[in-house]
């Protein structure tokens, strides 16, 4: 068994992320993106997909990118799945 970094819970099934050079244990996905997901420099939610990097700021889509920065963002584009 092992204790979660969040909760604390101590529980038989719980998980490594091995991420850049650290390992963390989690006893939920929750905890998980709790810990490691970034947070859209916009609206504040977790980034949970690919996100949009402009000038080392993160979002969670271009939408937010182009409505906090609308300079840098107009160029931004959301990519559609083929």
Avoid: K
């Amino acid at each position: 068994m092992a204790t979660c970094e969040v909760c604390g819970n101590d529980y038989a099934m719980s998980f490594e992320v091995h991420a850049q050079g650290g390992v963390h244990t989690f006893d939920s996905f929750e905890c998980a993106i709790t810990r490691m997901a970034p947070i859209c420099e916009h609206c504040e939610c977790r980034i949970l997909g690919h996100g949009v990097e402009v000038d080392r700021h993160w979002y969670c889509s271009a939408h937010c990118a182009r409505t906090a920065d609308p300079q840098r963002g107009r160029q931004i584009r959301d990519v559609a799945p083929v």
